[in-house]
């Protein structure tokens, strides 16, 4: 199964970075995305990469602040958040898209890990 892992208690401002990895699996030749979700709310995109970096999707509430990156030789996927905001908390999940495509639409994921919490104080 998926592992997110690197969530915590920031103050806004703060930065975190996120790695997603598989100890069972390779995800190297997938898509990957990240995905979050706030109590009450759907799960929304974040940002996606493809199987081989090259190409790379963001959620316009992000875009700027968070980058997403992997190294095919390692399995794990990062994603860098900058410039935190109180609105960026949620549960943070990563997952592996059926392709090896980056693509922004959930129904594309297949494989998915457990999430990791991200809490920003104002």
């Known amino acids: 199964q998926l592992q997110a892992s690197g969530g915590g208690l920031v103050q806004a401002g703060s930065s975190l970075r996120l790695s997603c990895a598989d100890s069972?699996?390779?995800?190297?030749?997938?898509?990957v995305g990240w995905f979050r979700q706030s109590p009450g709310k759907e799960r929304e995109f974040v940002a996606a990469?493809?199987?081989?970096?090259?190409?790379?999707y963001y959620s316009d509430s992000v875009k700027g602040r968070f980058t997403i990156s992997r190294d095919r030789a390692k399995s794990p996927v990062y994603l860098q958040m900058n410039s935190l905001r109180p609105e960026d908390s949620a549960v943070y999940y990563c997952?592996?898209?059926?392709?090896?495509?980056?693509?922004?639409?959930?129904?594309?994921?297949?494989?998915w890990g457990q999430g990791t919490l991200v809490t920003v104080s104002s």
């Open positions: 997952a592996a898209a059926r392709s090896s495509f980056a693509t922004t639409s959930k129904t594309q994921y297949n494989y």
């Open positions: 990469i493809s199987w081989n970096g090259g190409t790379t």
């Open positions: 069972r699996r390779t995800i190297s030749n997938n898509g």
